[in-house]
């Protein structure tokens, strides 16, 4: 008989992966990353090339706490009538509006006696650059490729973003109706400048230059190519907020200090941050183990809030520290209740992992609960509140959706990989007791 002279083939078996010590470089990658992070935020970052300054450097603040401008402007009539309280209405929501939109919020317009309307605007120590920003909202015009005024926001009657539909695609335009002096100085326009573009200018600003495509006689046009929806909207805001019914003329420009002072805002920062402290080693001693899991989620929870806080431009004054703090409460309350479901599971003999599913999916429910009726309060407190209540709304809000999401899953997460890495074995020292409540 033949000899088989073929070595037998070798199977390669794969290496596996060992899972407590993946679960510990993710833990150490997280850690560094949070502690770097938070370094960043709370004391900058400098290494030559790049350089991050600290969130003192991007946050903006109130009048309470930093001062900025006071401007009184007064109305008069543009036909020279009355200014009814409609026109004063309708010019303060535009002036509210346009400074909105500068990204200034905590910014108070309201009326005074007669017609005057006193702007407060936060965050700014230049008088001219306060009243430019409030003088927008009433120069607006329509010019001729050659520069000249065709129309201004007298003959406005309305503007609004609408959302059409043809051969099956979506598209946003904006809608613009005149008056009907408008109308007649509009029909001229598009006739003599068929085919060529007519600038919308506010404040020597082009906001849009739309091609007129056919002579326009019933007052009634279309701006099309204006981007997606929020483009439309904007752009119908600025013409709208520019054809206001009276004229403005600043009778008094203030630059005013902050109520507070500086040595207020240091002592509300120390304060808060003195609560802080003494919530994480609450959670410590309490929870122990699972205390400083906590603690790392709720550090987690601070540094989005913040950063979010710069990015949304939200401007911070004392009552949204309040709420800051308040939110940090509630955040530490999900964690309060996620980690008593998993002792009571645990404590019905049910193993590790089997008692955080368990636990999570009992707290929930109750964590939802709670949160969703502050969310209403915040909602009620923002819209219908002004000025520093709205400010105490938003940082409220912000703090309860981003509570939400580190508690579903940064503290859900942390648990995991502290269990699967066997870092806490013991049980005394993680809180959970297998088989028993700690």
Request: aromatic residues 6%.
């Amino acid at each position: 008989m033949a000899r088989d002279n073929k070595a037998p083939k070798r199977r390669t078996k794969k290496k596996r992966k060992n899972p407590v010590k993946s679960a510990r470089i993710k833990l150490t990658v997280f850690i560094v990353f949070v502690v770097l992070a938070a370094y960043t935020l709370f004391f900058g970052l400098d290494i030559g090339i790049y350089t991050i300054g600290d969130i003192k450097d991007h946050m903006h603040y109130g009048l309470d706490l930093t001062g900025g401008v006071n401007v009184v402007l007064e109305a008069t009539p543009k036909d020279g009538g009355n200014v009814s309280d409609e026109d004063m209405d309708a010019t303060v929501a535009a002036i509210k509006n346009r400074v909105d939109k500068m990204g200034v919020s905590e910014a108070t317009v309201a009326k005074q006696d007669g017609n005057r309307i006193r702007v407060s605007i936060p965050s700014i120590q230049n008088q001219q650059e306060a009243l430019e920003m409030v003088g927008k909202t009433a120069q607006l015009e329509f010019k001729s490729p050659d520069g000249d005024v065709l129309l201004t926001g007298n003959d406005v009657a309305q503007a609004q973003a609408v959302k059409q539909s043809e051969n099956g695609i979506e598209s946003y335009v904006v809608q613009l109706r005149f008056t009907d002096e408008g109308k007649k100085k509009f029909a001229d326009a598009t006739e003599k400048y068929l085919n060529q573009q007519i600038s919308i200018v506010l404040d020597d600003d082009v906001i849009s230059s739309p091609n007129v495509k056919s002579v326009i006689s019933n007052g009634e046009a279309v701006i099309e190519g204006v981007g997606d929806s929020d483009e439309a909207k904007t752009l119908a805001d600025l013409i709208q907020g520019g054809a206001l019914p009276v004229s403005l003329t600043p009778i008094q420009v203030t630059t005013v200090g902050p109520t507070l002072g500086s040595d207020s805002l240091n002592q509300s920062i120390l304060a808060g941050g003195i609560g802080i402290a003494a919530v994480l080693i609450f959670m410590l001693i309490v929870y122990k183990g699972l205390g400083l899991i906590a603690d790392l989620a709720l550090i987690v929870y601070i540094l989005i809030d913040f950063w979010l806080m710069a990015e949304l431009n939200v401007t911070l004054t004392l009552p949204g520290i309040a709420g800051l703090i308040l939110s940090v409460g509630m955040a530490v309350d999900a964690n309060v209740i996620i980690f008593e479901r998993i002792k009571d599971e645990a404590g019905q003999g049910r193993s590790y992992k089997s008692a955080i599913a368990g636990g999570f999916k009992r707290a929930m429910g109750t964590i939802m609960d709670s949160n969703i009726t502050t969310l209403i309060a915040g909602f009620v407190l923002f819209f219908l509140g002004s000025g520093s209540v709205q400010g105490f709304a938003v940082t409220l809000i912000l703090g309860i959706f981003i509570s939400l999401f580190t508690a579903v899953f940064i503290t859900h997460w942390l648990i995991r990989m502290v269990v699967d890495s066997k870092i806490f074995n013991n049980q005394k020292i993680l809180g959970i007791k297998e088989g028993g409540a700690a």
